[in-house]
């Protein structure tokens, strides 16, 4: 008590009262992004997390962060902090927010370990707004250690199922922070660009009736007194657009797929963007505007991203991506022969596994220097039945993948659209007419040529950013075995 | 045979060989919104539907369309077309589509049945290139006649099922084609102004492990062995990325509510428009951002989206949708004592009926002229757990909902961000505390206070456009008795 008595600091620190809006406040809140010597000498309030924190002495030095910038802050024994309040400072807890009154103060030398590396605060008051509790699940600066690096000073790195299972600090990290704020731009910059282009957005029903796609792979919901069934792809809602006249439409939403996969690139729910139009007269005008738009994508990345892409290369290293201008396009008969050429044995209408995929991605880099590239006319028997087939050569299809980095990225084609051989070719692939009759009926009134494709969002971040496992890219990921958080 | 070979113009018309992308043609399509005075005497080539046709002695007169745009045209006997021509045309099945080469002609007289009144079409050459089935399972023009219009001419309307039903065929009437470019527009510019502000967009899971908010109206999915949920908001996840530092983070998908409810706004699956913010000591500031959100797709809508409102409008007449800036902000005392003075009987802590609500929008548009605004302080008993209580009065919380012309678009509040608060209230509520655990550990290591809410997509286009049921303004409606197209 006498002690507390004789602090003359005491109204300057504590743990503030729970802010449950009990009052507005005039008080401005700067960004720690915004401490720069332009704001040297000025007294400025400040919320932020304690990122780490060291005493020594009558000196309390802590990195207070924001996302992803941080800057340096200190406390001492002075007219404006008393011993105590030091020493409180010294005992909050990392990752608990605080609020802070301080000076700016330019500094000599710059401090390397900061985003903020020419100032530095001093703070006269500081009060606890959230407390962290003192045992963390995991270190954040190990979350974000390059694989194998500190390994002899016996230092951690933090493997994926602990990152996952405590997202909510994973999330925090740099690396974490630049991956989700890049994969926000990669659906900005696609949907903008599709409404440059005259696209309609639409929104295309989850729950659905009958399964798409045969039946396979496909979770059942109970409805009501009924089953129904997870969408595994938009593509028949898509289709009904355009024979509704809506002529190009795009949508962004999770697509389901009850497949016990548990590789690196497979998840049970992940995010569509999806987009189908109606041409003219042949569909590689449909090829054309799918790659203008991932170019697009590529293209804004590359220039409005640069410091996320640096982020998360000084954790995971990978080449910048790279990709050609127009795109480059071969056709399956001429991917079978490299393939040959380095030694595969395929026949010509074999689908491609996926080690002769990357193997391909690796002769198509080499030959012609690019990431990204189509593969067009893929046999027919290794497509769904609304695959149109080639008019000139019935073993193959107007059918086509998109790859990055040796991984598929789309898969698209030019859909039937015609009612009669549409019923004929799902006759040939044993499907029941009967569960497919709205599907095919929506082609009876009228129907454009068309086609389009569907691009998993997480594996275009994961491949464009070079990364290995595409969880990296899922804020909440889904897999066979993971269902939380 | 003989006849067929007397035909002068026989390759002048006729069906197409399907669409199969044979070859690339060099042949550019006008659009028919293109189709103005200055292109007059100029061959074009167009691709359209039949709209309707009419023959008429030697001559016969189609209507050509593309979504909201239409024009007339002409195949007449003479140098470019024979009998047999006409006679072709004449039997071109309504909704079909065609390619016509034209020469475009200006009219004396404006065409006032067609959206291109200053011009016709000449047609040199018609081709079948998808062909509708005789029947049509309902015509275009009685799905957009106003309700009651020519009944004494024993006009038929359409009912809502019957267009739900077919819904391919009316969804390219003018009245769809306009709500659902206003949809596409509405999530433009909700994304567009949030992107401004600095929000992330973020991707949450539809499958869950746990249901979220207690249990009830929730469906249940298989998960392979095991069973999951499907989220009933992203909230939680929301929550977790502030959590994570995004500070202020967005969402666009669907939610899901098994709520047997079979009213005019009620659906089983509509798209949630979600939001969640970081504030610093005021949760105002949350409702001055969703606000202000509102009334910039408010001011988009009116000043980009007019022709589409218009033609709603001839289909639907409504008022002009009334906002005020800054937006009006009612207490939950002030609206009971207004509802009072109606005659309503209620206590202070009831919750609002629909009818009260809509009652209310009656009073607050008479005294206010205003068709939005947010209702503040809503009694704490008939709010979620995790609703902050008012800070002054343990009888009313800090949470919000906002109202269109009466009926409610978003509902939220300030959430409690302190775990030992959220263990209580989750206590009072007689919730499992085992089955929100990960919940209330995010907010164990530092949360700052943030709240936020969610918006229902079609309900904001019903209300802006004065419509009457939620199933004109979702593509492909899910409600308990309907689960198809």
């Known amino acids: ?3 507390s008595f004789q602090d003359f600091a005491k109204d300057r620190y504590g743990v503030s009262a729970m802010v449950q809006s009990q009052q507005k406040l005039d008080r401005v809140l700067v960004r720690v992004q915004d401490l720069t010597p332009e704001k040297a000498d ?22 207070l962060r924001q996302q992803q910038f941080n800057v340096q802050a200190l406390v001492a024994v002075g007219d404006r902090a008393s011993k105590q309040m030091v020493k409180f400072a010294a005992n909050i807890t990392k990752e608990s927010i605080i609020d802070v009154e301080a000076l700016v103060r330019k500094v000599e030398q710059k401090i390397e370990s900061c985003s903020q590396q020419d100032v530095e605060l001093h703070i006269e008051r500081i009060f606890v707004i959230s407390q962290a509790e003192p045992r963390l699940p995991l270190q954040l600066e190990d979350a974000v250690r390059p694989d194998g690096e500190g390994e002899e000073e016996g230092r951690a790195t933090v493997n994926q199922d602990t990152k996952l299972d405590n997202r909510v600090i994973d999330l925090r990290t740099t690396t974490s922070q630049a991956i989700f704020r ?26 659905i009736s009958a399964a798409s796609e045969g039946g396979a792979n496909v979770f059942t919901v109970s409805y009501f007194k009924t089953s129904a069934y997870l969408a595994q792809s938009p593509q028949l809602y898509k289709q009904m657009c355009i024979c509704a006249d809506f002529d190009k439409v795009f949508c962004v939403g999770p697509v389901f797929r009850a497949e016990d996969s548990n590789t690196h690139r497979h998840l049970t729910e992940f995010v569509g963007l999806d987009i189908e139009l109606a041409f003219n007269y042949h569909y590689h005008e449909v090829i054309d505007s799918i790659t203008d738009t991932m170019v697009q994508i590529f293209k804004g990345l590359r220039d409005n ?4 892409i640096q982020t998360v290369n000084k954790q995971f290293p990978s080449e910048p991506f ?14 079978v022969a490299m393939l040959r050429e380095a030694g595969v044995e395929m026949g010509d209408e074999d689908d491609l596994s996926t080690p002769n995929e990357k193997l391909l991605g690796r002769l198509v880099k080499e030959k012609y220097d690019t990431d990204f590239y189509v593969l067009d006319k893929y046999p027919l028997a290794v497509r769904p039945f609304y695959t149109m087939p080639d008019p000139n050569n019935p073993k193959y299809s107007n059918s086509y993948d998109m ?28 499907i029941d007419l009967e569960k497919i009759k709205a599907y095919i009926d ?44």
């Not at 926000?184 to 029903?205: H, M, N, W, Y």
């Not at 990055?404 to 040939?428: K, P, Y």
């Not at 389009?452 to 969002?457: A, F, K, S």
Request: charged share 25%.
């Open 1 to 3: 008590m006498l002690l």
């Open 42 to 63: 000025q007294l400025i309030w400040l919320r932020a997390r304690v990122h780490t924190s060291r005493a020594k002495g009558k000196q309390c030095f802590l990195v």
């Open 182 to 207: 890049l994969q926000s731009g990669v659906c900005q910059l696609f949907r903008d660009t599709l409404a440059k282009k005259g696209f309609v957005e639409i929104q295309t029903p989850k729950i």
């Open 305 to 308: 991203f640069q410091t996320e």
């Open 322 to 335: 790279k990709f050609l201008e127009p795109t480059l396009r071969l056709e399956y008969t001429e991917a």
């Open 403 to 430: 790859f990055m980095r040796g991984e598929e990225i789309l898969s698209g084609a030019q859909r039937i659209h015609d009612a009669q051989l549409l019923t004929e070719r799902a006759i040939h692939h044993q």
């Open 442 to 485: 929506s082609f009876r009134y009228g129907a454009p040529p068309h086609g389009g494709g569907g691009i998993g969002l997480e594996r275009v971040c994961m491949l464009y950013l070079g990364l290995h496992n595409v969880r990296q890219t899922s804020m909440f990921p889904r897999d066979p075995k993971r269902l939380t958080p």
